[in-house]
């Protein structure tokens, strides 16, 4: 498993240092209490409940206290704002891991805009479109 360096320690600890100080009255209780824990200077690592180094660790923060198996359901708004996220952040995962879901590369706007352009055809669109390109294989 990947160690954990003295300077990504250092570098966690100080970022979530400032971010609780950010947040102190921004947030509910019940947030403060969970960003307290999970942030806490032992806390960082590759095991599982731990928060990773960098902008990861944001991510782990925010799926832990909102994400679908979060049994801690804080409100979302507040997790942004703790975890130092913004909404469009999340927006463009959530395209990501929709198109990775459906084994379609998120940084390959060709096979994006296929994939967009197939999902809007009729059936028989995508039957003839599909008759096209085996005729094109066959010719080449």
């Known amino acids: 498993m990947k160690e954990i360096t003295p300077e990504e320690k250092e570098q966690f600890f100080l970022f979530w240092q400032a971010q609780r100080q950010a947040i102190e009255d921004r947030v509910s209780e019940k947030t403060m209490h969970w960003v307290r824990a999970y942030t806490?200077?032992?806390?960082?690592?590759?095991?599982?409940?731990?928060?990773?180094?960098?902008?990861?660790?944001?991510?782990?923060?925010?799926?832990?206290?909102?994400?679908?198996?979060?049994?801690?359901?804080?409100?979302e708004n507040e997790t942004l704002v703790a975890?130092?996220?913004?909404?469009?952040?999340?927006?463009?995962?959530?395209?990501r891991e929709y198109y990775r879901m459906i084994c379609v590369n998120p940084d390959d706007k060709l096979e994006?805009?296929?994939?967009?352009?197939?999902?809007?055809?009729?059936?028989?669109?995508?039957?003839?479109?599909?008759?096209?390109?085996?005729?094109?294989?066959?010719?080449?």
């Not at 198996?69 to 804080?74: H, K, L």
């Not at 996220?85 to 395209?95: K, M, P, Q, S, T």
């Open 40 to 75: 806490a200077r032992d806390n960082i690592g590759y095991e599982f409940g731990q928060l990773r180094p960098g902008k990861l660790g944001q991510w782990d923060l925010y799926c832990n206290l909102t994400g679908e198996q979060s049994a801690i359901g804080c409100d």
């Open 83 to 95: 975890c130092g996220l913004n909404a469009a952040e999340i927006a463009e995962e959530n395209r």
């Open 112 to 140: 994006i805009a296929m994939f967009d352009r197939f999902q809007h055809m009729s059936p028989e669109e995508f039957d003839d479109e599909i008759a096209r390109l085996e005729e094109q294989l066959v010719r080449e």
